[in-house]
């Protein structure tokens, strides 16, 4: 199974980033060994912000392309939803909003774990909570989500794991449907 996984954030210090690894690593030592994780960075797709004039002027970026083209070779997908303000990060959008003018199905209806955090006690739940809502209209098959909270105490950077059970068990759980059937 190939997976991959990103942080909707261009932060390079991105706790969101350091859940979605953890995930991708967790669904490999408990789920399938086997399975290619692959880590990738907004900022490696970084383009103009969208406008429909820009768009008829020099068509959508290479970038756009790229991205899709990244969903479209995986098997499954892991993101991890960094909150700006109640909503989306600028760059995530303006990928998505780019993207989304190739297909609107930008997830080409491939299970996906859709998963927040923040510093604070709402765990990105604004923006996890659009996320998961609009999810149907733009091809994502959305297998589990979570909402970690107050990222610093739930999380042992030292050894880059959640520490609360419970946020252990309902991350498995959403991780066990991404199990290849036998």
Do not use: C
């Not at 261009?10 to 979605?20: D, E, M, P, V, W």
């Not at 209806?109 to 927040?116: E, G, N, R, S, T």
């Not at 006690?121 to 209209?137: D, E, H, K, R």
């Amino acid at each position: 199974m190939k997976v991959l996984a990103f942080a909707a954030t261009t932060s390079s210090q991105s706790i969101n980033k350091q859940l979605a690894a953890y995930a991708g690593q967790l669904l490999k030592s408990e789920f399938d060994g086997n399975a290619e994780v692959e880590m990738i960075d907004l900022n490696d797709f970084e383009m103009p912000i969208y406008s429909a004039d820009r768009e008829a002027e020099s068509g959508i970026p290479e970038q756009a392309h790229a991205f899709r083209n990244k969903i479209g070779e995986a098997d499954a997908v892991i993101i991890s939803f960094a909150e700006h303000n109640g909503s989306y990060t600028a760059a995530y959008k303006n990928t998505f909003d780019w993207t989304s003018r190739i297909d609107m199905k930008v997830y080409q209806d491939k299970p996906v774990i859709l998963l927040a955090t923040s510093p604070g006690p709402g765990g990105a739940q604004s923006v996890l909570g659009s996320a998961v809502g609009s999810a149907p209209y733009f091809g994502m098959d959305v297998k589990g989500s979570l909402s970690v909270p107050s990222f610093y105490d739930q999380f042992d950077a030292e050894k880059r794991e959640l520490i609360d059970e419970e946020l252990i068990a309902q991350l498995k759980s959403a991780l066990a449907t991404l199990k290849p059937v036998q």
